[in-house]
């Protein structure tokens, strides 16, 4: 069944009726709270593991798409789309994960007369693929690593690094996130790395393409949220600090504004993240990532979705991205300009994951005992458990984000050790030791951390103090 869809208006005082949310957890929730407060109706998918959960009681309806694993359930994309012309929405909002990032989807979406509540098919492509992204920004000047083409012999990645001299990064053209990543320190190494990195991105991409980059010495990970509209205007909203990952790659704590960033080097990443979006004819939220080293930094990716840490950015702007998402999208205009986008104070989160942080971050499923959430003032705190919930194995091992804003960075660290303590989940490990090990280490709180930090000040300082947390 074909239901059949209203007009959409270009003068902005009509959003969509009703929205499917394309995922489960605390972003399917937090779009599902935009939607409500703009008066659109919501209809959440769910696997059947996911039956009580509380993505499914807060959306106006929900449907049963298919089996735990995510392959038959929130990427079966036959059983969405399915779900989403049985309920007659007009929009598909995937949050991050999932489909967010699927040309392919965001094509088929468009195909039933679905808008998808992100960017255009060609930018999710372009920035797919790290190679051609990498070539893009380039081109429209925009500092990229120095590094070769795809390199499909020895010679040729031997010529790029001794132009470039060691130690060099080799890195998967269909990479991010760091799998396919070699570093070679010298060019004896070179062969068995490039080896390793093609296999490693053939197993996970099925594309063994590999290029080779000068390695950069504990940069700092600097990201900057652009919002655009379908109009050809672009802003940028600031930038955050995300160098505080897990040796997977994955973000633990993410601030905004970045500490000790001098204000030109902060200019001037705003400006470029604006230049990369106009170059790729952007519209809706993304994230332009780069590696910031001292005065310089270097494009590294772009994420073209709503990102996990995206409410830092909301509490010092006051600003709503996922309604700006829906609305962009929906045609209305950007009506706010770049100078009116003034931070306020500062804000940290801590991602709060069911995972055994001794034992390398090893996932945690089961059944939660006792929940017990911090508030209070300057506290947010975005989850989906609740006391008695299952966390399945099957998905993302995030439990929760806490966020905490105040005026100055010290304060806000402060805020946060008071929100970690009163944090209380029973049943399973979690990240909160880490965090409280974070937050009390002086070259943190100097603001002073780097893409290496964690690995080299806390995961190789012995157990964590208050592991106790949990089981
Ligand atoms: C780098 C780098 C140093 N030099 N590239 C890691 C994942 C992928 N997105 C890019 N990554 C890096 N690329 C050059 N030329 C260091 C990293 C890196 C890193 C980057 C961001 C956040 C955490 C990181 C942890 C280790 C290495």
């Not at 991050?96 to 990032?101: D, M």
């Not at 995300?242 to 633990?252: A, E, G, N, Y």
């Not at 970045?258 to 960033?261: E, G, I, K, M, R």
């Given at each position: 069944m074909l239901a059949s869809r209203r007009p959409r208006r270009s003068d902005g005082d009509e959003l969509f009726e009703k929205i499917l949310i394309a995922n489960r957890g605390e972003v399917a929730i937090r779009v599902i709270r935009a939607c409500r407060e703009l008066g659109c109706k919501t209809v959440a998918i769910f696997s059947e593991v996911d039956r009580d959960a509380l993505h499914v009681r807060l959306a106006d309806e929900a449907y049963c798409v298919g089996p735990a694993q995510s392959a038959r359930s929130y990427l079966n994309v036959a059983n969405i789309i399915s779900a989403a012309e049985l309920t007659g929405v007009d929009a598909v909002h995937p949050g991050?994960?999932?489909?967010?990032?699927n040309s392919g989807f965001a094509e088929i979406c468009a195909s039933h007369?679905?808008?998808?509540?992100?960017?255009?098919v060609a930018a999710i492509s372009l920035m797919g693929d790290k190679a051609s992204a990498k070539q893009r920004m380039s081109e429209s000047d925009i500092p990229v690593i120095p590094g070769s083409d795809v390199v499909t012999t020895l010679e040729q990645a031997k010529a790029f690094c001794a132009e470039a001299g060691y130690p060099v990064l080799i890195k998967a053209t269909?990479?991010?996130?760091?799998?396919g990543m070699r570093m070679v320190g010298r060019e004896a190494d070179l062969a068995a790395g490039l080896t390793a990195a093609s296999g490693e991105a053939q197993a996970a991409f099925a594309d063994g393409r590999v290029y080779v980059e000068k390695l950069l010495v504990k940069p700092r990970h600097i990201e900057v949220q652009v919002l655009a509209d379908e109009f050809g205007h672009v802003i940028h909203v600031g930038e955050r600090d995300?160098?505080?990952?897990?040796?997977?790659?994955?973000?633990?704590l993410e601030e905004a504004p970045?500490?000790?960033?001098a204000h030109d080097v902060r200019a001037r990443l705003g400006a470029a993240a604006v230049q990369a979006a106009r170059s790729t004819d952007y519209s809706n939220a993304g994230t332009l990532e780069f590696l910031v080293d001292d005065d310089k930094f270097y494009f590294m990716e772009m994420n073209t979705r709503i990102q996990v840490e995206h409410p830092v950015t909301e509490v010092v702007y006051g600003i709503d991205l996922v309604k700006w998402q829906i609305r962009i999208a929906a045609g209305e205009r950007l009506s706010v300009r770049q100078e009116a986008i003034r931070p306020l104070g500062h804000a940290i989160e801590c991602r709060i994951n069911a995972e055994d942080v001794e034992n390398r971050f090893m996932p945690a499923a089961g059944k939660l005992g006792d929940v017990i959430m911090s508030g209070g003032p300057g506290i947010r705190v975005d989850t989906h458990i609740y006391s008695g919930a299952e966390v399945p194995p099957?998905?993302?091992?995030?439990?929760a984000k806490i966020i905490a804003h105040d005026h100055h960075r010290d304060n806000a660290i402060v805020r946060m050790r008071r929100a970690l303590a009163e944090t209380d989940i029973r049943g399973v490990a979690t990240t909160i030791p880490v965090h409280e090990r974070i937050l009390s280490t002086p070259s943190f709180v100097q603001g002073r951390t780097h893409v290496t930090w964690l690995r080299e000040e806390i995961l190789q300082k012995g157990p964590l103090a208050g592991a106790a947390h949990g089981a």
């Open positions: 991050y994960g999932f489909l967010a990032e007369g679905l808008k998808f509540i992100g960017p255009p269909a990479g991010g996130g760091g799998k995300c160098s505080i990952q897990k040796p997977s790659h994955q973000k633990l970045a500490p000790n960033l099957y998905y993302d091992s995030m439990l």
